[in-house]
């Protein structure tokens, strides 16, 4: 089973540049989700999609943008990366349901110098 | 806006003792989600608590839901080293089951022989 996949897993970016990091599930989840994890702060949600061609704003979402095509697919991208967006990032997804826990990525190591 | 927090941050146990995590969170929610994190790896799922009163055991952690208090508890009993981690609550940021969490700060467990 594969679950939550997410690519890469580590990335180093220069400050400024762009780049997208990939989830992708084959669980037929409706819920995506992008968080990201800083030290100290817990996870914060950046952006949710409720289903393909849905997706709205979380707590942190400046300076990312998503799409959802596919059921399967929520990429996150990084307009202009900043020292600020270093962190760990972890995408998630979860089903309709009264008990839906989500099922996270192993997430992808970020650091922009 | 909605807050969770978590108390302790950090908790250093010996081996065979037994203590409680405490989960405040801000606004009313109907579910509320306990996450295991590993050092470097990904979230893991523990508990869903779906009402008032819920209370779930797996092992040594037994979780309970207090939803007229706004209180979640995550109790370890006789702790082995094994459950050191990082442990999460978190609750639904608009009380339903869209997969958008809000998360506290998390709380460190460490268990010393």
């Known amino acids: 089973n594969a679950g939550v996949t997410q690519t890469p897993k580590f990335q180093v970016l220069k400050t400024g540049q762009s780049m997208t990091l990939q989830c992708a599930q084959d669980?037929?989840?409706?819920?995506m989700s992008w968080y990201r994890q800083d030290p100290g702060m817990g996870l914060r949600l950046i952006h949710y999609?409720?289903?393909?061609?849905?997706?709205d704003q979380g707590e942190v979402p400046n300076g990312y943008n998503v799409s959802r095509s596919t059921t399967e697919d929520f990429p996150l991208r990084l307009l202009s990366a900043a020292p600020s967006q270093t962190s760990v990032y972890f995408c998630?997804?979860?089903?309709?349901?009264?008990?839906?826990?989500?099922?996270f990525g192993q997430g992808t190591r970020l650091t922009v110098v | 806006e909605l807050k969770v927090e978590q108390n302790p941050l950090f908790l250093s146990m010996q081996e065979g003792k037994n203590y409680t995590i405490y989960c405040n969170y801000s606004?009313?929610?109907?579910?509320l989600y306990w996450y295991r994190q590993d050092p470097g790896k990904s979230l893991e799922s523990l508990f869903v608590?779906?009402?008032?009163?819920a209370v779930k055991q797996e092992g040594r952690l037994m979780a309970s839901l207090d939803t007229k208090a706004r209180l979640s508890t995550l109790h370890i009993t006789a702790a082995v080293h094994d459950l050191s981690a990082t442990y999460f609550c978190?609750?639904?940021?608009?009380?339903?089951?869209?997969?958008?969490?809000?998360f506290g700060k998390g709380t460190k467990l460490s268990v010393k022989p």
């Open positions: 998630a997804s979860s089903y309709v349901g009264l008990s839906s826990a989500a099922f």
């Open positions: 669980m037929n989840h409706e819920y």
């Open positions: 999609s409720v289903g393909a061609g849905i997706t």
């Open positions: 606004t009313t929610s109907d579910r």
């Open positions: 608590l779906l009402s008032n009163g």
């Open positions: 978190a609750v639904d940021s608009y009380g339903g089951s869209q997969g958008n969490l809000i």
